[in-house]
């Protein structure tokens, strides 16, 4: 058995940066990721100003890695469409770039990084937790529970009735103009596709399905794009000519969007990303909330908080955004509200801005500065 002063269940953005802000402060950590190698999360791709705040933070230069620039947020819902500036610096880049940069980061402050294990049991005892992945048993002092959206065995968050999806293509060099600087949000009837430039000339498409739209559209994802596409000329240029660059989409059902952990799992297991709170995805902070969970879990633990307390703190701060991000999602959700929204943004582009500040993590600034402020 191996023993640690932490474990961090997943390799993502949260429990990566867990790992890289303790590591770099001196502590014994690892790091169990499932994947083997560089892997497509179901997330829009899209770095808001905060997330890009937080990655500089952790030292992570999203253009050294390729991300590509995006200022403006285009709304579409039918044939409607409006445009209105970001109040942010944001950028798209790939989770298939980002993880491995992160990964590689906590690398080199220290951790020990166990590739190609999946935690199977999650056993908090006392003082000490046991994890147990790929036949191994590990030991620490505290853990992270990490595993983004998909739930460990024992520890599950409450249920969700959705379907989410994403792939990178290949646009056409029109599709990708069209869409420079721009992250686009498509809503439809059952859902919203999401679109964003990322590195290397690629795209990335995220969309999600309710339970309705899954049963009338079935589960080929590709019915499901055409379906799309035939809703909204947005999305269907965008689509028109395009190459997929995966035989298939990355998915995850019975997604819990608006979800919040309020149960404490022990007090030295740290839920942290999508296993302590699912932002409604509209309004696209999940990567924000990942990684400012992870350094805020890092924060407690070097102060000798309980995870208990960190949770209290980190639910208390997201409570108003949450209820912004669902007044938007809700917005978007139904026809007529998804027409009153589109022309809202129309005649008035700066409630783009309004938005996107409301609907944003706290504290980020706190957790930029130096540890010893924590």
Known sequence: ??????????????GAAFALELARSGAR???IERTGGPSLKVCGDFLSGEARELLTYLGIDTNALGGVGITTLRLAAGERRATGALPFAACGLSRLRLDEAMLTAAEAAGA????????????????????????????????????GKHNLRGWPR????KTAMKIQLSLTR????????????VSYRGGYIGACNVEDGAATICWLLDARAMREQGADWRANLDHIGRQSSAIGDLLSGARYLSHRPA?????????????????????????LCVIPSFTGDGTSLALSSGLA???????????GEFQADFVARIRAQFMWARAVETTFRYGPARAFGVN???VAPGIVGLIANLTRVRGIAGLTGEASTA
């Open 297 to 307: 879990a890092a924060r407690a633990v070097l102060g000798g908080r309980s995870a």
């Open 29 to 31: 950590v690892a790091v």
């Open 344 to 346: 809202a943004v129309a």
């Open 112 to 147: 020990e990084v166990i590739r190609g294990e999946a935690a199977t049991a999650l056993e908090p005892s006392g003082q000490s937790v046991r994890v147990r992945a790929g036949g191994n048993t590990y030991q620490g002092r505290c853990a992270a529970l990490a595993t």
């Open 1 to 14: 058995m191996r023993d640690y002063d932490a474990i961090a269940l997943g390799g993502g953005l949260a």
């Open 174 to 185: 029109a599709a990708t103009e069209a869409l420079e600087g721009i992250v686009q949000l």
């Open 251 to 275: 998915a995850v059902s019975a997604v819990p969007y608006g979800y919040m952990r309020r149960a404490v799992i022990a007090e030295n297991v740290f839920p942290l990303g999508d296993q």
């Open 158 to 161: 409450g249920p969700g009735s």
